[in-house]
């Protein structure tokens, strides 16, 4: 079993950054996936990023390349997303998983509870 409980979250004018974090509790950390997910109210939950679990692979989804970056401290079990040049349509909650190293939502077998970015325009 694995908690993870992210934070970061907050209110951030377009063209801001902020930087969410994850903290992992639990089962070994260093042999799991992780990945970030957000979800807009009335949209289904979106993949953002992936990181493999040496951290060597990463992977994005295609509106945030050049503007977000996932990283990962195995020793602190901590995942970090960097989010740089914000949008507005980048406002939603945030959730880091583990378990897997990909798209599918299907494949993590654990989440937190989420974090709240608002980007103003």
């Known amino acids: 079993q694995v908690q993870l409980v992210e934070s970061g979250g907050g209110l951030v004018q377009a063209g801001g950054s ?5 903290a992992a509790s639990g089962r070994p950390f260093i042999t799991y996936g992780m990945g970030w997910f957000r979800q807009a109210p009335g949209k289904e939950r979106e993949f953002v990023a992936a990181i493999s679990w040496r951290g060597g ?8 390349k ?11 079990k901590m995942v970090f997303l960097q989010m740089n040049s914000l949008k507005p349509e980048d406002t939603a909650v ?20 989420g974090t709240q970015v608002t980007v103003s325009s």
Do not use: M
């Open 18 to 22: 902020l930087r969410l974090s994850c």
């Open 57 to 64: 692979s990463t992977y994005y989804v295609d509106s945030v």
């Open 66 to 76: 050049g503007r977000f970056t996932i990283s990962r401290d195995n020793a602190k």
């Open 94 to 113: 945030y959730y880091c998983a583990a378990g897997s190293f990909g798209v599918d939502p299907t494949k993590y077998a654990y989440w937190g509870q």
